[in-house]
């Protein structure tokens, strides 16, 4: 059954390639999702979705991206179904 995992990474992440590398990370896993700066500046928030061992190897190199990461949030769930078609990159 595929899982998501909601994240929220913080730090100086904007303006330094991290969604890139994100997009990058969930593409070599086969994970789909999405994921944007968040509003506030803070850091860079999104979702991505697949096979729950994929998800666990996405998250445990969530501290690896370019810039300063000081603290990284997640929630994985069970899901019925895939909620994206791919992984998209917003501002």
């Known amino acids: 059954m595929p899982s998501s995992l909601s994240f929220l990474v ?5 303006g330094v390639g991290y969604r890139a590398f ?3 990370l969930a593409t070599e ?3 789909v999702g999405r994921c944007r ?7 860079v928030e999104g979702v991505v979705q697949g096979e729950l061992r994929a998800l666990q190897e996405f998250r445990d190199r ?3 991206g370019p810039g300063k990461v000081e603290d990284v949030k ?4 069970e899901v019925d179904q ?3 078609r791919a992984f ?3 501002r």
């Open 74 to 77: 997640e929630e994985v769930k």
């Open 10 to 14: 913080t730090g100086r992440v904007q």
């Open 37 to 43: 700066n968040t509003p506030d500046g803070a850091g």
């Open 82 to 84: 895939l909620e994206y």
């Open 62 to 64: 969530l501290w690896d």
């Open 88 to 90: 998209g990159v917003r």
């Open 29 to 31: 896993h086969g994970l």
């Open 22 to 24: 994100a997009r990058s």
